[in-house]
């Protein structure tokens, strides 16, 4: 069959951002031209931005068979590319995206000299690397080909791509400095109209706002956000634009903007509703972070689940399960969530660390607890920023409020922790971090009410709700302070709590339904002045109460 190139509507309608009138003009020209590697590879990239998974993968098969067909081992190769990264995002596992890009590499190997194909593959080894398999060291491998073939060939757009790579793997690895100068340079060339390809654009500014978001620098993050929204609206990159919103969405979350991070994760998810792609995944834990601090912990729960391995849901469905009053599956499943996360990834590390202490000091693990703490602290002095210098100081305040600690040092520490969660503007931080000092100046009563008077204007700033009402509770209500605060059957309770019990086994245990369970655990919680069931168990232990 005489193949004829795809018709003149069709390059330019991709290349203008017109997916659905591309992607009829690519189907078009192929119902007459059948297996055409170009015409198929051009249907891929539409269905593509169409968030078409199916199709798209369809597609890119078709184009890399065309290419075997007629030899053309660099297109074929190009097509093994694709195939290996949307493999990966539209939901066919590491394994299968794994397969495609040796495959690619293979082919290339087959080639006499090097061409751009080679320095695409590597972008692509990077970003698998960095987002899907959690290999710091090959990405970083991998980026550094992609800018090497970038100048030998001199291809400008490829070195952009690349040194964005290694941006930000320098990032996570808590390089922030250095990182971020990459970043901002890609970045600025992308804006610029450097980058050709809208995709690569796109992305480009969307590994900033990443980098930003782990970093905890808000303020920055928020600034790229509008910037890469408008560049998406403008282009229609509405994959690239939910996938921003996302990003955008976890900011506002942790700057204590509730609402906002609701309404946008919410929307985000219904317009991902049936899509394949693994950013869904984000936007899924991220408001399973949002129901678990709005205390609709069975909510958190499900969406954990559907998550799956991910370590940022693992960690969330061990909050959970501290909540619910189990700290010996919260202990285990943060210690599965560390176990997935490189040495060398600072950043991911650090955001679990302080969780894992949390779990830890619960359980009564407490060498593993100061053993984390330590760990935390190395990764805060590698990486300096305010957030996880307030991270450090809350895990050795948790360290030191165990029932062999040091009540002034805790003491200390939650104050130090108030004031870096504040430089870093993470509102809802340090409102808890105050409340947690307020439970512990026993003999200061003013002093106390001062701190929840802090934290309760603090939270008025911002978009918290359920934090501020139990803030406000905590100001309104007299705590108990000895064993008669509780009744005979609440310290039953209590003490089965501290034993790692769940609801439903101190339920069978005490011949009781589960729903009186819950009512006896909130009476607790309200006659000692705490909001979780892990603050009301040390309190107890503080106090004798067990």
């Given amino acids: 069959m005489t193949r004829s190139a795809p018709g003149p509507g069709a390059p330019e309608a991709l290349a203008a951002g017109r997916w659905a009138e591309a992607r009829e003009a690519f189907a078009a020209h192929l ?8 015409g198929w590879d051009g249907l891929a990239t539409a269905e593509w931005w169409l968030d078409d998974g199916a199709a798209c993968l369809t597609a890119r098969e078709r184009a ?3 290419a075997r067909a007629t030899g053309d081992l660099r297109r074929a190769a190009a097509a093994a590319t694709s195939l290996g990264y949307d493999a990966a995002l539209f939901g066919q596992g590491s394994a299968v995206a794994l397969g495609w890009l040796g495959r690619a590499r293979a082919l290339l190997a087959e080639l006499p000299e090097l061409g751009p194909e080679h320095g695409w593959l590597a972008v692509r080894e990077a970003e698998l690397a960095l987002q899907v398999t959690h290999r710091p060291d090959l990405a970083r491998r991998a980026a550094r080909e992609a800018v090497d073939v970038a100048r030998a060939l001199d291809l400008e757009d ?3 791509v690349g040194e964005a790579l290694l941006g930000l793997d320098e990032v996570l690895r808590g390089g922030l400095g250095s990182g971020m ?8 060339a992308a804006l610029a109209g450097e980058l050709p390809d809208l995709m690569w654009a796109g992305k480009v500014c969307c590994w900033l706002v990443v980098a930003c978001r782990e970093a905890q620098d808000l303020p920055r993050a928020l600034e ?3 910037r890469v929204d408008v560049l998406c609206r403008e282009h229609d990159l509405a994959p690239l634009l939910t996938a ?8 506002r979350l942790a700057s204590g903007h509730w609402l906002e991070a609701e309404r946008e994760l919410v929307a985000a998810l219904e317009r991902m509703h049936g899509s394949r792609r693994s950013t869904r995944t984000d936007a899924v834990v991220q408001l399973g972070h949002l129901r678990r601090r709005q205390g609709r912990l069975a909510e958190a729960d499900d969406l954990y689940g559907q998550a799956g391995y991910a370590p940022a849901a693992l960690v969330g469905k061990a909050l959970v399960r501290l909540e619910q009053g189990d700290p010996r599956s919260a202990w285990r499943l943060v210690s599965e969530a560390l176990e997935d996360v490189p040495a060398d990834d600072r950043l991911a590390r650090g955001a679990l660390l302080l969780p894992v202490v ?3 000091v619960a359980a009564g693990a407490h060498d593993e607890a100061r053993s984390a703490t330590h760990d935390l602290a190395v990764v805060a002095d590698e990486v300096g920023t305010d957030a996880l210098q307030g991270s450090v100081a809350a895990a050795r305040a948790l360290v030191a409020d165990g029932p062999d600690g040091d009540p002034d040092a805790a003491r200390r520490h939650w104050r130090a922790a108030a004031r870096s969660f504040h430089r870093a503007g993470l509102p809802v931080d340090e409102a808890e971090a105050r409340l947690a000092l307020a439970r512990l100046l026993d003999e200061e009563p003013v002093a106390a009410r001062a701190e929840v008077s802090s934290a309760v204007s603090t939270l008025e700033e911002v978009e918290a709700p359920e934090c501020l009402a139990a803030a406000r509770h905590l100001l309104s209500e007299p705590r108990g302070r000895d064993p008669s605060a509780l009744t005979p059957r609440e310290l039953q309770v209590l003490r089965l709590v501290a034993e790692g019990h769940s609801t439903g086994q101190i339920a069978r245990h005490l011949v009781l339904s589960e729903h009186t369970v819950h009512r006896h655990v909130a009476n607790i919680l309200t006659r000692l002045g705490e909001p979780t069931r892990a603050a009301a168990v040390a309190h107890a232990a503080r106090d004798g109460l067990l």
């Avoid at 100068?181 to 600025?188: G, H, N, S, T």
Wanted: with cysteine.
């Fill in 181 to 188: 100068e990459r970043l901002d340079a890609a970045v600025a």
């Fill in 244 to 251: 921003c919103r996302i990003q955008y969405a976890s900011v």
């Fill in 224 to 226: 790229w956000c509008e």
């Fill in 358 to 360: 949390r779990c830890a």
């Fill in 64 to 66: 890399y068979r065309a």
């Fill in 31 to 38: 119902a007459g031209a059948g297996e055409d590697a170009a």
């Fill in 158 to 160: 490829l070195e952009i």
